[in-house]
């Protein structure tokens, strides 16, 4: 990056969930300090999918001052408060991955370790029944709680949601152009990106690039080689099909992901219609077979014709390199399973703006972003390939092959230790906490051998007690919630 240069021109390369989420968040951040020109081609096109979230969206929107109600009508959003997992641990079994804490928070030793002890002293109450999240989730109820008590996120359609962020992006100053980008030219001196050139020979120079082009990767890789890791070794499906139907009985405020035999199947119901999706491995897995599959597997009759989608998991070696910001799928992607792409986009934009100088930017600036953008990943890769790896699903080829792969060391220290100890750490702000590790693990059939000595303080009368009123306190609230479908309706002006 050409250090001498300071940033008051702002490009933005393609205009779907990435860019218009981060042209959203530069323009109301940024305002008049720097001039937003955002660039997409309508003929081209959105990759189309995109549905489930995880909570820090909330926030998000409520930072740039987003008004939930508008929001919620404006992308058909419904309510989400976890994952529901069928046939991973075993075909047969289930478990859920909620957005809540289960239990009670203890400074020393997670709620697991009281859990466990109970377990020991007779209460065969399911490590489920302590997560207000979870149990809401599956009575099909929500409402908004004080504190924000209820850890939530949203379904929703991600090409709406892009739309609704265009109208604020532009209100707050961003220009639009539309056109294909046909070349991307680069200053000869110093390498950086010097302008975009579109169709119909028009120019646009930008002092700094976001590449938001999606799969393509226009710039960042298609023009400066930024360089890919592949990490199709630990996660291996590389294909998918997306469909939608109507929705058949009221929307649930969770998403549910089925596994199959060579990957496992989404549903995810928005207000007026409910998203489908096969990811598979092609390897295991022809795409006639995964269509088939889809189609006898869904309820109701498609929307939508197929979209098929084929993708590499990995990252882009370098998301920031040059004068050049990789936001997005351009970025890498790793598969839908725990709803992070969305995520991702979200938190390299606010890194990005965290990392805006007034003047000239830092190769420091741009060391900082990527070292943290690739602990991001990591971090995010690791619990996904945990789904794959910790179970005891032998049944396909596909399986087999998850259970023999080598993990990272990372992964493989948190699982041992796990196993061992009990214990969960959250490193490093890292975005999933001690609770998600743990229903994952307990989910897909970890059984640690020990559990921390403090749990075994408690007189057998006091942890009655506690196990007690922890459950009922959920049950309780539970009780006292609306219909999630009502709710959302009210809530969204529709009654
Ligand atoms: P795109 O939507 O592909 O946008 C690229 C933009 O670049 C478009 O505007 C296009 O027109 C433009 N463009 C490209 N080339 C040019 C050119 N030459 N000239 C001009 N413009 C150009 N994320 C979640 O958080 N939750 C999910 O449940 C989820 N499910 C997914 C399921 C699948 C199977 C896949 C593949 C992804 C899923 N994602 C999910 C990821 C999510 O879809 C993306 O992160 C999100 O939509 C952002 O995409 P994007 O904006 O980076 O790319």
Not at 385 to 399: A, C, G
Not at 447 to 468: C, M, N, V
Request: net charge negative; proline share 4%.
């Amino acid at each position: 990056m050409n250090e001498d240069k300071s940033i008051q021109r702002i490009v933005i390369a393609g205009g779907g969930t990435a860019g218009w989420m981060t042209a959203a968040a530069i323009a109301r951040t940024l305002g008049q300090a720097v001039q937003l020109t955002l660039v997409e081609s309508e003929a081209i096109g959105t990759i189309g999918v995109g549905e489930s979230t995880i909570p820090p969206l909330v926030n998000y929107n409520r930072l740039l001052g987003i008004n939930e109600a508008d929001f919620m009508r404006a992308t058909q959003a419904t309510f989400k408060l976890g994952i529901l997992f069928d046939d991973w641990k075993d075909i047969g079994t289930r478990y859920f991955h909620s957005f809540g804490l289960t239990g009670k928070d203890h400074w020393s030793a997670g709620f697991q370790h009281f859990w466990m002890h109970g377990r020991a002293k007779g209460h065969d109450a399911p490590y489920e029944e302590y997560c207000l999240e979870l149990v809401a989730a599956l009575a099909g109820k929500f409402a908004h709680l004080p504190d924000d008590r209820l850890n939530y996120s949203y379904q929703l359609d991600s090409g709406l949601y892009a739309r609704f962020l265009r109208q604020m992006a532009e209100a707050d100053g961003t220009t639009r152009i539309e056109g294909r980008i046909a070349q991307v030219e680069l200053d000869g001196e110093s390498g950086d990106i010097a302008a975009l050139r579109l169709d119909g020979d028009r120019r646009i120079e930008g002092d700094l690039f976001i590449d938001c082009t999606g799969f393509r990767a226009l710039l960042i890789e298609g023009a400066l080689h930024a360089g890919f890791e592949d990490w199709t070794h630990w996660l291996p499906c590389d294909s998918a099909i997306a469909i939608q139907t109507p929705n058949v009985g009221p929307p649930a405020p969770y998403t549910r992901v089925m596994a199959h035999d060579a990957g496992w199947q989404w549903r995810i119901p928005l207000q007026h219609r409910t998203g489908n999706g096969l990811v598979y491995c092609s390897r295991y897995l022809e795409r006639d077979a995964a269509l088939d599959r889809l189609l006898g597997n869904i309820e109701g009759d498609p929307l939508t014709q197929p979209n098929f989608l084929r993708f590499t998991a990995g990252v882009r070696r370098r998301q920031w390199y040059r004068n050049c910001v990789a936001i997005g799928l351009s970025g890498g992607f790793m598969e839908p399973l725990e709803s992070t792409a969305i995520h991702l986009i979200q938190r390299s934009v606010l890194r990005f703006i965290r990392m805006l100088p007034a003047g000239r930017v830092s190769a420091r600036d741009i060391a900082e972003y990527n070292d943290q953008q690739e602990l991001d990943a990591a971090q995010i890769r690791d619990f996904l390939i945990l789904h794959y790896k910790v179970t005891n699903r032998r049944d396909s080829p596909f399986w087999r092959h998850c259970a023999d792969m080598p993990i990272p060391d990372s992964l493989d220290q948190k699982i041992e230790l796990f196993r061992e100890t009990g214990r969960v750490f959250r490193r490093n702000e890292e975005l999933f906490a001690e609770n998600s590790w743990v229903q994952v693990m307990l989910g897909q059939g970890i059984e640690p051998r020990s559990y921390h000595p403090i749990a075994t303080k408690l007189r057998d009368d006091e942890l009655d007690r506690l196990l007690k009123m922890l459950r009922g306190q959920v049950a309780d609230t539970v009780a006292s919630l609306p219909d999630h479908q009502a709710y959302v309706a009210r809530y969204c002006g529709a009654e």
